[in-house]
């Protein structure tokens, strides 16, 4: 079994950072891509960034220039370092990885973590 674990949200000012990690565990045998997803109030879930195993990149253009996504293949972790935060950057941030584990090539899902940016 393949578990995601989100960690780092947390309530911040406008213009402040916070640094998000996502960790796969389990039985893994290879990670493609692992990206990050979000959830605002009232809203449907969209695309924030994704990588590649071989760190090509993606990002929504409302993030772009504010956000980086990188990764760590020795810990299986993504990371999305989040500056220059606004309002509506607040929202549940979904981890998400597609990877080739014992039940052959699958995508998951963790359980989110909230970040509010808020004064």
């Known amino acids: 079994q393949v578990q995601l674990v989100e960690s780092g949200g947390g309530l911040v000012q406008p213009g402040g950072s916070l640094r998000l990690s996502c960790a796969a565990s389990g039985s893994i045998r290879s990670i493609d891509i692992m990206g990050w997803y979000r959830q605002g109030p009232g809203k449907e879930r969209d695309l924030v960034a994704t990588i590649t195993s071989g760190r090509s990149t993606q990002y929504a253009d409302s993030v772009k220039g504010r956000f980086t996504i990188s990764r760590d293949n020795s810990k299986n972790t993504v990371y999305l370092q989040m500056n220059s935060l606004k309002p509506e950057d607040t929202a549940v941030y979904y981890c998400?990885?597609?990877?080739?584990?014992?039940?052959?090539?699958?995508?998951?899902w963790g359980k989110g973590t909230l970040v509010t940016v808020s004064s």
């Open positions: 998400t990885t597609t990877l080739w584990g014992d039940l052959g090539e699958m995508d998951y």
